[in-house]
């Protein structure tokens, strides 16, 4: 690469199948990752030379880390913190769409709400601290633009205050309010070309529109709050809780499953087989721990219960008035809220 500033290379991690498809929870996951290294990562990579840093499957160069400052750790996102800091002091990343690696999902609905609060508090930790830098530095103004609106606000501000302010409290209250009204449009035009638009990279979970809609619907509300948390440092958003995952019984079984996926990958040497009496020790002992039938219970989200319970009586008052296309959204997104917050999604919690 010679004196050009380039970090070689970042790959995205690709779910296995069966991890996937374990659960409705894991399949509504799937379709944000795909939008997310689909297009969030590949476009960014092609034109701004930039994009955010997973925190896997990655190689740095040493240079880059020492140029922007070294890992550090004031903030919950620090992957996102050095390629933030590395894109500003010049250094231009490159994308491997076609290489994958192994990755899994959050099967339970409570490491999947923790995680999401991580990775929407630590955002706006992150544009508290180096909003300043952005606009002082010497990226071009497309740049500090991307950085700014696309990269920090919009998926991380913009999109949970638009869903959680719209559908869980101006509309519900619209039920009660006969003066007031909202354009049709805003209520199903909008929410039904994002939903469709983030789904479009993953076509085979175009069945699971409807249940994606109303789900994001319901983690707006985790969301928003992180981004509150975030946003004016509270005491939530420091905190970092490593996601929970169920584990796999064998190394051996992940290579099956993904020998079934992506032959082609295994023929050109894309997955390597490798060996380790400690990472088989410990999923074996998290396969047992599963398999004990030991008796889980539901935990019960309270917030989520009380959305349900002004969304669904909203949706009676709506059916009272004669509003059809409202009722029909209020009771499907209040039951939706009841569902999540009787932890009837996903696996539940010993």
């Not at 991690?13 to 997310?36: D, K, M, Y």
């Not at 004669?322 to 917050?341: D, E, K, S």
């Given at each position: ?191 039904g070309l994002v939903s469709i638009l983030n789904i ?151």
């Open positions: 690469m010679g004196k050009e500033k380039m970090i070689l290379p970042w790959c995205k991690p690709g779910g296995v199948l069966s991890i996937r498809t374990e659960n409705l929870l894991t399949r509504l996951q799937n379709i944000n990752l795909a939008f997310h290294f689909e297009v969030e990562q590949q476009v960014n990579g092609w034109f701004i030379n930039f994009f955010g840093f997973n925190g896997t499957a990655g190689v740095w160069r040493i240079k880059a880390l020492e140029d922007c400052g070294g890992w550090l750790e004031r903030t919950t996102v620090e992957d996102m913190d050095i390629a933030v800091r590395a894109h500003l002091c010049g250094w231009k990343f490159i994308y491997l769409n076609d290489v994958k690696c192994l990755c899994e999902l959050p099967e339970s609905y409570e490491a999947y709400k923790k995680q999401q609060h991580r990775w929407h508090s630590g955002p706006m930790q992150l544009f508290r601290l180096c909003f300043v830098d952005v606009l002082q530095s010497k990226v071009s103004w497309v740049q500090k633009a991307n950085l700014i609106f696309l990269f920090f606000l919009l998926r991380k501000l913009i999109l949970p205050f638009y869903s959680f302010t719209l559908f869980c409290i101006i509309l519900p209250l619209t039920m009660f309010l006969p003066e007031a009204q909202l354009p049709f449009w805003v209520v199903c035009y909008i929410p479009l990279p993953s076509p085979r979970s175009f069945p699971f529109i409807v249940p994606y809609l109303l789900f994001e619907n319901t983690m707006s509300v985790t969301k928003f709050n992180a981004m509150v948390s975030g946003l004016f440092q509270l005491g939530s958003s420091y905190e970092w809780i490593v996601t929970k995952k169920l584990g796999r019984s064998s190394e051996a079984d992940l290579v099956a499953m993904v020998e079934n996926e992506s032959a082609p990958l295994l023929e050109n040497g894309g997955v390597q087989r490798s060996s380790s009496e400690s990472g088989l020790a410990e999923l074996n002992k998290l396969e047992m721990t599963k398999k004990t039938g030991r008796k889980r219970r539901n935990r019960l989200y309270r917030k989520e219960l009380a959305l349900a319970f002004i969304l669904l009586t909203a949706s009676v008052r709506s059916l009272l008035s004669a509003q059809g296309i409202h009722f029909y959204f209020l009771l499907f997104q209040g039951i939706t809220f009841l569902v999540v917050g009787l932890d009837l999604i996903g696996e539940q919690v010993s």
